[in-house]
């Protein structure tokens, strides 16, 4: 299993790929201005498929940082 | 970058991270709808790329009603974006009847192209509005119902309230796919006229000086061939460049049985060991098309580079060790796909075939018209006529030797020369002996007073060279201003339309300038009741 930080990596990469801009691992969608609601979606796309997890309707407003979705995909599926 | 976008699922972020970095085209969208299309529009991005071109979309507010809002300047392509479920909702509404209502609607209030891509719809529905619409000048209805059927999970209800579309991800991708791949190239790029490819390593994975006629066909070279053969088919001319001996690929041709392309696929053949770039050229000077229409397919990056550095027009494929990869990018690659198949375009590759007899003829007769008697040809006009809009648009639009004004009309605009009292729109069809060419010239004008004003006058490169482009326009002319004593000559220069200009600088004796118009007698046209052949001159049907 992957440790928490290389994970949090990860999803900063996957974030960094979809807004077309580098962020690090404390980025969010309140301190990253491209990170609007649109891109929001895209990201839980890249993430899901990245990782193969399934979010339910309420996860996906409330996973807004590197660090919750990071979380959230260490948990199991 | 081909490698990641024709995979057989690409993911998000790998799309997102293939970025051009080369000059593309602009194109503006505007979109209608009601759910939507941002996420499918930021996949496509990729893809358009690929295919040189970038789409800028206006800003759209959802809308069910489907209002038409036609603020700011006419865009590139009208987009109608639509989910049908919400409307189903409504129990006195017909969706088809509906749908096809607010198409027509858009029709009347926009000259751009219409793209309808409509989710929701069943097949049938889709086949029904597809009967309501596609007549419409410009108007083109994507088989959605058929692309997510293809799917394995077409909806997602989860993210209908945060992505404000029901469309699951592989959905979005695969309606990215075919927007950017096929639909959008379809109705706004003139679609490519041939496809070149090399022989060894890329139409089968072995070497014929080497192998002999032997050479290995495993399934997906196999597929590869059918693929090539069904583009054949679809009107796109093959031709073969190959660095072999002509004796070992004519051995090859008539030992393999099993392959599915056979010699006489292919419209042009170079076998020898020059240049590619050069032998594409003369493949190209062959089968009478410009470079600008070709997609090169070669297995070795050193001769695509030659052929892209020395022929920077021409398109280049890298043909994959797996062939199944390059069959899923020809069959993806813009400018290939077509909204339907012209009688012409079956037509192309014989008629192409018949060209080295008509020389022959040419060669032995001294005489102009014993020649033309020889080739015992028939000309078909049809001025006016709506069943002919989608040819004279497409003649308009790829023609490039000869096409006076190059005016690149759209089918609206073609539309409105067929059906306007004081324009006119004729088309000619051109046979003999030899082939059937199908409908090869297409004029455009007006009448102002009594003189006929030619504002487009387009000859297919099939139909040039036989001596016959001033009866054709006297042919034209007669069907549609038959009463004028003489017409105006619109041209403008191009980049590849020397034979029309020369065609026109030697009717009127005066030298053109770079654009400008040129005032002819109806005289210095030959006469129609004269020409040695038969003219058949169809009704105006608007009369």
Sequence with gaps: MKDSDALELEVARIVSGILRVDVGVDASRLNVPGWDSLRHVEILFAVEEAYGVTLDEAEMAALDSVKSLARRVSMPR | ?543
């Excluded at chain 2, 081909?2 to 995979?7: G, M, S």
């Excluded at chain 2, 979109?31 to 979309?57: D, F, M, Q, T």
């Excluded at chain 2, 509404?93 to 609607?105: G, M």
């Design chain 2, 1 to 543: 970058m081909a490698r990641v976008l024709f995979k057989r699922r690409p993911t998000r972020l790998e799309l997102s991270e293939s970025r051009p970095v080369w000059p593309c085209r602009d194109f503006s969208v505007r979109p209608h709808r009601n759910h939507s299309y941002e996420h499918v529009a930021s996949a496509a991005s990729a893809w358009a790329a690929y295919g040189n071109y970038r789409l800028i979309w206006s800003d759209a507010p959802y809308d069910d009603t489907l209002a038409l809002r036609l603020d700011g300047s006419p865009p590139d392509l009208e987009l109608v974006w639509h989910d049908i479920e919400p409307i189903r909702s409504s129990p006195d509404i017909d969706v088809v009847a509906w749908l096809s209502s607010r198409i027509h609607a858009l029709r009347d209030l926009s000259g751009s192209p219409i793209l309808a891509a409509i989710v929701g719809l069943s097949p049938e529905e889709e086949v029904a509005l597809r009967g309501l619409i596609g007549g419409l000048p410009g108007v083109r209805l994507a088989p959605v119902s058929d692309l997510l059927a293809s799917v394995s999970k077409p909806f997602d209800p989860r993210f209908m309230k945060i992505a404000g579309s029901r469309l699951s991800e592989e959905a979005n991708l695969a309606l990215a796919k075919h927007l950017a791949c096929r639909w959008i190239p379809a109705l706004l790029l003139p679609r490519l006229k041939a496809v070149v490819v090399d022989l060894d390593h890329t139409i089968y994975p072995g070497v014929l000086a080497e192998d002999g006629p032997d050479v290995p066909l495993p399934a997906d070279y196999s597929a590869l061939q059918a693929s090539l053969l069904k583009l054949k088919r679809s009107g796109i001319m093959l031709a073969l460049v190959s660095k072999n001996t002509p004796e070992d690929v004519e051995a090859l041709f008539s030992r393999r049985g099993d392959f599915a392309l056979g010699r006489a696929d292919f419209s042009a053949m170079e076998i020898g060991w020059g240049s590619k770039a050069e032998s594409t050229l003369r493949v190209c000077q062959k089968m009478r098309i410009d470079p600008s229409s070709v997609l090169f397919i070669d297995d070795n990056p050193g001769e695509l580079l030659e052929v892209a550095e020395r022929l920077p027009c021409v398109s280049v494929m890298h043909a994959a060790q797996d062939a199944h990869a390059t069959v899923e990018e020809l069959e993806f690659y813009p400018g290939l796909w077509t909204w339907g198949t012209s009688a012409e375009d079956s037509l192309r590759s014989a008629d192409l075939e018949a060209e080295s007899a008509r020389a022959g003829i040419r060669m032995r007769e001294r005489d102009e018209w014993a020649y033309l008697r020889g080739l015992s040809p028939e000309m078909e006009v049809w001025p006016n006529s709506p069943q002919l809009m989608r040819r004279l648009h497409e003649l308009s639009q790829k023609t490039n030797q000869f096409n006076l004004a190059i005016g690149r009309l759209s089918e609206v605009q073609v539309n409105r020369y067929i059906r306007s009292p004081e324009a006119f729109a004729v088309a000619i069809a051109l046979r003999d002996r030899l082939s059937d060419s199908g409908v090869i010239g297409a004029m455009f004008g007006r009448l102002d007073g009594d003189v006929a004003v030619v504002e487009e006058w387009a000859i297919s490169c099939r139909a040039l060279g036989r001596g016959l482009e001033g009866m054709m326009a006297a042919c034209a002319l007669t069907a549609a201003a038959p009463r004028a004593p003489a017409c105006r000559f619109h041209y403008r220069t191009g980049p590849r339309n020397a034979p029309a200009l020369e065609w026109l600088a030697k009717l009127s004796g005066k030298k053109l300038t770079a654009e400008g118009c040129v005032m002819i007698p109806s005289t210095a046209l030959p006469a129609v009741a004269e020409m040695p052949f038969r003219v058949i001159i169809h009704e105006d049907e608007r009369l």
